[in-house]
Nanobody, 122 residues
Framework: QVQLVESGGGLVQAGGSLRLSCAAS????????MGWFRQAPGKEREFVAA????????YYADSVKGRFLVSRDNAKNTMYLQMNSLKSEDTAVYSC???????????????WGQGIQVTVSS
């Protein structure tokens, strides 16, 4: 069992930056690939980024490529999402997830955090 807790969300102006953290606890959390997803009001859950167990392979949605950076520190059992050049359309609840595959499909992930709000004001 793996527990995931997001932090670092909040309100930021367009063009600004935020860094989200996803702290994992439980057995062998570093053996899981991890991902970030987001869901805006009235919209379906959307893939944002994913990272392999070692952190060497990363995968981004086209909408965030070049602006967001995913990383992980396995010694701290934590994954990060550095979000730069934020836009109003990035406003959503962001959730982290852990699973056996580095994938864009939410159904491939076994464990989920509760989500955290990110609001970008224009």
């Amino acid at each position: 069992q793996v527990q995931l807790v997001e932090s670092g969300g909040g309100l930021v102006q367009a063009g600004g930056s935020l860094r989200l953290s996803c702290a994992a606890s439980g057995r062998s959390s570093s053996r899981y690939a991890m991902g970030w997803f987001r869901q805006a009001p009235g919209k379906e859950r959307e893939f944002v980024a994913a990272i392999s167990t070692s952190g060497s392979n990363k995968y981004y949605a086209d909408s965030v490529k070049g602006r967001f950076l995913v990383s992980r520190d396995n010694a701290k059992n934590t994954m990060y999402l550095q979000m730069n050049s934020l836009k109003s359309e990035d406003t959503a609840v962001y959730s982290c997830a852990a699973g056996s595959l580095r994938t864009r499909w939410p159904y491939e992930y076994d464990y989920w955090g509760q989500g955290i709000q990110v609001t970008v004001s224009s």
